[in-house]
């Protein structure tokens, strides 16, 4: 009896450990399967550089390939639509009009080609606004929200890609930030030029580095959401030069509240794009 009894008592624990041990791997597997369904997780394989590749560009690295998940966060924006118009050459013309007196003059397609003046944190202070060019200018403006839903990304790559990347996400993000802070000090008068003109040429710069530094390491290749980032950063660059270039605070501010525009249209349109 003394024997039967030990001989079961192993056995259990023997078959019964591997049992929870299974059990507690399959629950493990479901719950981060609905955690990355609830998070809307994207994969992304990047291509993969060569040796070649990374030694012309950067000191010798670690060109195995790694796993990294970045959340790009919500974020909702309220701006002030000054009109929608069905022909591009008649938002082109109203644009125009409104950048001469400091709107950013952004043209955002959705059926529609809508002609925006500015983009602001919070409701409150897009009303704040519409109000004053109500009374003031007697300009009639609604408030439409740009929503950026939160993705998290599943990257697969090498580490020099990875971070070329995530750097990317983070750069624009605090650009957007950086130059909502600008646009506001403009309007406030309470700005000094030439120090914003060296900050909006530092940011330029950083723009240009990093689409370049892109380029560098997919070559052109990779998920559209590369070649997408890719593009954007270009195109923040080229609108910095135009406020670089602008003529008077008026078009200064409006140049500046384009590029803030662009940055907040397109990674909403970015996000979405990728969202599941």
Known sequence: MRAGRLATRRYKVRRGYGGWIGLAAVCLLLVMAGYALRQGWITLSLPVITPEKAAATHPPQDLSPQERA??????SW???????????????????GYRSRGAGGYLLQQGSYRVLAAAYATRAEAQAVQNQLKTQHGVEAVITEIVRPEITLHLTGQ????????????????????????FLSLDQGQADTEAILAALRSERDTAAALASRLDTLFAGAGHPAVRNMASLLEDIASALDGCLSAQGRARLGAQVKYCHLLCVCRMAAYAEGLAP
């Open 70 to 75: 970045f959340t790009l966060p919500g974020q």
């Open 78 to 96: 309220f701006a002030l639509q000054l009109g929608a118009f069905d022909q591009l050459s008649s938002a082109q013309s109203v644009a125009d």
């Open 159 to 182: 580490a020099m890609q990875l971070t070329a990347l995530t750097d990317a996400y983070d750069a624009v993000d605090q650009l957007i930030g950086h130059l909502n802070a600008l």
